[in-house]
């Protein structure tokens, strides 16, 4: 009878281990833990201006807004009677993928990669002064300059994902976009 618990205690432990080794390999650890957004608080100086991620209104300062991880932001804050501030929200691999390589595997890699779980975005709080305009002055920011900056970093992901370049290529046109367009935000 004793040797019979145990070997029912043994085959209950093997199930076990045998069921988390499948979970654990079906999925990424950052897309069950982060999810493949990221909130953002944004807040400008004063409140109440208009905030639009990569051209598409959003909400009005202050406000949370949640971003998806696998994609570089481009966000715009605009009020009448202000000068419009674009602000880049750049995303870095996080962490959590050396973690998940290695108890994951390349297939929970796999799946924070296709999430975009596997990113942080920086930075996770903005909080932008507005700058007032003088009577009749137009404001200076170029609509298709801001356009162009976030058209540029999409294709290079299309390119990166499609294999059309390699990761190296893909990481040197990426920082040339973001010295370009953003130098501050390059370290």
Request: hydrophobic residues 30%.
């Given at each position: 009878m004793h040797r019979l618990l145990a070997t029912?205690?043994?085959?209950?432990?093997?199930l076990t281990s045998i069921i988390c080794l499948a979970l654990s390999l079906s999925s990424g650890c950052a897309t069950i833990i982060r999810g493949p957004t990221q909130a953002v608080a944004i807040s400008s100086e004063p409140n109440g201006a208009d905030i639009l991620v990569d051209g598409s209104l959003v909400g009005t300062t202050p406000s949370n807004i949640d971003l998806a991880r696998g994609r570089d932001h481009l966000i715009t804050f605009e009020k009448d009677g202000y000068h419009t501030r674009n602000i880049p929200v750049i995303k870095s691999i996080g962490r959590a993928v050396f973690g998940?390589?290695?108890?994951?595997?390349?297939?929970?890699?796999?799946?924070?990669?296709?999430?975009?779980?596997?990113?942080?975005?920086?930075?996770?709080?903005l909080v932008v002064q507005l700058i007032p305009l003088d009577e009749g002055e137009p404001s200076e920011e170029d609509e298709n300059e801001k356009t162009t900056f976030i058209t540029r970093l999409n294709e290079l992901d299309q390119m990166r994902e499609s294999n059309r370049i390699s990761e190296d290529e893909y990481s040197?046109?990426?920082?040339s976009v973001l010295e370009q367009y953003y130098p501050e935000s390059v370290q």
């Open positions: 029912r205690g043994q085959k209950t432990r093997s998940n390589l290695l108890y994951g595997g390349f297939l929970g890699w796999g799946v924070d990669a296709t999430s975009g779980a596997q990113y942080n975005l920086n930075p996770e709080t040197r046109m990426r920082l």
